[in-house]
Structures are given as structure tokens and as C-alpha cells.
Nanobody, 126 residues
């Protein structure tokens, strides 16, 4: 069973940058597509970005495309979310998640992910 632990959240001013990390336990990390989701107070958890198990394919929500970049290092069992040009509306708890289906693509659907981290808070001040 894979376990996910996020880190790197914090408080940043608008226009600033943060890099989130998600470390996975287990020896089969490179078999899973990975995703980042976020949840703001009073809102549904929404898709942010996803990366295929090889790292060769990525997908982004329209609201973050061009500002956030997902990547992975399979040798370190870690997925990253580089966040640049942050806006107050990016404030949320950010979760990483594993899609353990045996396929080579990426999914934007929350229900396709069956393993979740505990989340890390990102706060962007104006």
C-alpha cells in the first residue's frame, strides 16, 4: 500500500513562488500516474495537474496552465508542483494523489485517484 506525504506549503505574497513535494512510500511508485488537487474553504476539491507514470505526459487545469508545473523523479519516489506567479485565488489545501490503474495516461477525475496525502496549506496574500 502506497503512502503519500506532502510538504512545501506556506504563506507567500501574490506573484511569488512555492514548490510542493509529495514523497511516496513503496517500490512501485513508477507504476502510478500522479495528480495534484486543491480544496479552498467552502469549495469542492478540484483538479490542478497530473503526470503520467513515465512523466512523459502532463495535464493542467485551465486556471493554472502556464504558472504551475508538475514533474516527477521516479528514482526519488517524489512528485513536485512548481508554483509561480501565485494569486490569492490559489489559496487552498493542496493534495497529491495516486492513480493506481494500469495505464499510461493522466486523469482529471478525482474518482480515478484512490490514494491521497494529508494535504499541505498554501496561502497567497494580496
Amino acid at each position: 500500500q502506497v503512502q503519500l506525504v506532502e510538504s512545501g506549503g506556506g504563506l507567500v505574497q501574490a506573484g511569488g513562488s512555492l514548490r510542493l513535494s509529495c514523497a511516496a512510500s513503496g517500490r512501485t511508485f513508477n507504476n502510478y500516474a500522479m495528480g495534484w488537487f486543491r480544496q479552498a474553504p467552502g469549495k469542492e476539491r478540484e483538479f490542478v495537474a497530473a503526470i503520467s507514470r513515465s512523466g512523459g505526459s502532463t495535464s493542467y487545469a485551465r486556471s493554472v496552465k502556464g504558472r504551475l508545473t508538475i514533474s516527477r523523479d521516479n528514482a526519488k519516489n517524489t512528485v513536485y508542483l512548481q508554483m509561480n506567479s501565485l494569486k490569492p485565488e490559489d489559496t487552498a489545501v493542496y493534495y497529491c494523489a495516486a492513480d493506481r490503474r494500469t495505464w499510461a495516461g493522466t486523469s482529471l477525475k478525482r474518482d480515478d485517484y484512490d490514494t491521497w496525502g494529508q494535504g499541505t496549506q498554501v496561502t497567497v496574500s494580496s
